[in-house]
């Protein structure tokens, strides 16, 4: 039974605090989030593989810091890397609600982690407000993913025949050189973040 206590017994988590969780925490939670994937058949082809690999990394690189003080830097950078993961699922065959339900599987992952080896020590849980925080920010993403991928779809049909080619190897140098743009303009906000 959930009382009161419980919740006065709860830590607001410092962002660096979450940080250094989810740096100790990042291969397990990406290998959760790609067994996920895999589970449904959703990598489709070794480039995409690599891609999403990449895609995860960055995202559980950034997903403390929009949770911090660098909330508004970190945002704008992971919206535009959820918008091109979208456009990638697009490329990659994926329906919406497939790109919806990857995207998901992040949220499940953290959220297990978060539960069975929490951040904070002793009788103290996760606060319910960190914990709506990154649900929040997560779902943020969700959206743009679904948005991106909508917009491919839509400029497949205004340029073609509306059916995604494939992820071509031109596709995947595209979207390897806006990855590179999103983690150097990210990279420059954690060294701020670090140097604190």
């Known amino acids: 039974m959930f009382l009161i206590s419980d919740l006065l017994n709860q830590k607001k988590l410092e962002p660096v605090e979450l940080a250094r969780w989810f740096e100790a925490h990042a291969d397990r939670i990406r290998d959760r989030w790609l067994s996920h994937i895999g589970n449904r058949g959703g990598g489709r082809g070794e480039s995409a593989e ?9 995202f559980l690189a950034m997903l403390p810091h929009g949770l911090g003080p660098y909330k508004n830097e970190v945002e704008p950078l992971w919206l535009q890397t959820a918008a091109l993961f979208g456009s990638m ?27 069975t080896e929490p951040p904070v ?3 103290q849980r996760i606060s319910l407000r960190d914990l709506l925080r990154v649900n929040r920010f997560i779902d943020r993403g969700v959206s743009q993913a679904s948005v991106g991928h909508t917009d491919a779809l839509f400029f ?10 494939g992820l071509t190897t031109v596709h995947v140098e595209e979207i390897r050189e806006q990855l590179d743009g999103i983690r150097e303009e990210f990279r420059e906000i954690d060294r701020v973040f670090r140097s604190r």
């Open 50 to 58: 690599v891609l999403t690999v990449e895609f995860f990394d960055l």
């Open 89 to 115: 699922a697009s490329q990659r065959g994926l329906a919406a609600g497939e790109v919806v339900e990857e995207f998901q599987g992040l949220r499940d992952a953290v959220i297990r982690f978060l539960y």
């Open 121 to 123: 020590k002793g009788s």
């Open 156 to 165: 497949a049909l205004f340029q073609g025949s509306g059916v995604s080619e």
